[in-house]
């Protein structure tokens, strides 16, 4: 009987303090997994452009896929490059870990528990339900909070929005959108929800970063939420771009009706009083142009 696949993706910049650790572990992992019975499993790492040695000691201990980009495009870009190579592979879903040595690989058991009995498209990882405490930096304790509350906004209940270690079906993959280089974390769950995908989390438990350098800064907020908004309007153009379009054209033109009405009738001596009206036409074609172009992309597509 043909076994599933089950695709492992990590993307790295700068890892080479870590790397081989994480090889390692990816190895005994698939060695010793009682899902090996039902999985066949296959590994696909990512080279960001790192400025250390970090490609070589996966090419020196290790005989999985390597994809390298000689510029460092982002963590996002990453991640999309890893879903789309995985996709090609056709498999059940694919687990998405970090090189940085923080994730107990073991764990992906966890995932693959989790989606046998619940069937879930895409399942995140959860720290802060781990017996064992995780101690969050201030700075990204508050953005995990805020994104916890921002993506109760698309009815998502998930605590631990910006973790890393990833479950994604391959029902997710079939459609996925992954907007800006930056990262996609939360348009992950955004996107599945948008496109009425299950969504879970189940109990992981993370190590503190001993080695390297995190990525989050101040900019990442602001650069997520705008990545957010690009990608609610292209799953729902319709609703925020389209409709309010033509509601803006149609109520623009009543007014232009109105006013040559009263030129018309000699109870005005000018054409246009109401420049009110330009900006219900030339916003509703706006949007309605927006939306022509979202739905044009994703046609092509």
């Known amino acids: 009987m043909k076994k599933d696949l089950i695709v492992i993706c990590v993307p790295l910049f700068n890892e080479a303090d870590n790397i081989l650790n994480v090889v390692d572990d990816i190895d005994s992992y698939i060695e010793n997994t009682a899902f090996s019975k039902f999985y066949d499993f296959n590994v696909i790492f990512y080279n960001d452009g790192s400025t250390d040695n970090t490609s070589e000691i996966i090419q020196n201990n290790s005989s999985h896929r390597l994809i390298s980009s000689p510029t460092n495009k982002g963590l996002g870009h990453a991640i999309d490059c890893l879903f789309f190579e995985a996709k090609k592979l056709n498999p059940k879903g694919v687990i998405k870990l ?25 399942i995140y990882g959860n720290r802060f339900k781990s017996s064992k405490k995780y101690k969050m930096p201030l700075f990204r304790k508050i953005g995990s909070i805020f994104f916890k509350y921002l993506l109760s906004v698309y009815s998502l209940k998930i605590n631990d929005p910006t973790n890393g270690f990833i479950y994604v079906s391959r029902r997710y993959l079939e459609d996925y959108k992954i907007f800006g280089s930056y990262n996609a974390a939360q348009q992950i769950l955004i996107d599945a929800k948008l496109r009425k995908l ?104």
């Open 198 to 301: 299950l969504v879970g989390e189940v109990e992981v438990s993370l190590i503190q970063r001993s080695t390297g350098r995190s990525f989050i800064g101040i900019k990442y907020p602001l650069i997520v939420i705008s990545n957010i908004l690009i990608l609610t309007l292209y799953r729902s153009s319709v609703k925020f771009l389209l409709v309010p379009g033509i509601l803006g054209l149609l109520f623009g033109g009543v007014l232009l009706i109105y006013d040559i009405f009263l030129w018309v009738t000699k109870r005005s001596d000018f054409i246009i009083t109401n420049y009110v009206l330009f900006l219900f036409l030339i916003g509703g074609f706006q949007l309605v142009i927006l939306s022509i172009l979202f739905e044009f992309i994703k046609n092509k597509k």
């Open 98 to 122: 970090d090189g940085d040595n923080q994730m107990n690989v073991n764990e992906i058991d966890n995932f693959l528990n989790h989606e046998k009995n619940t069937q879930l498209d895409v």
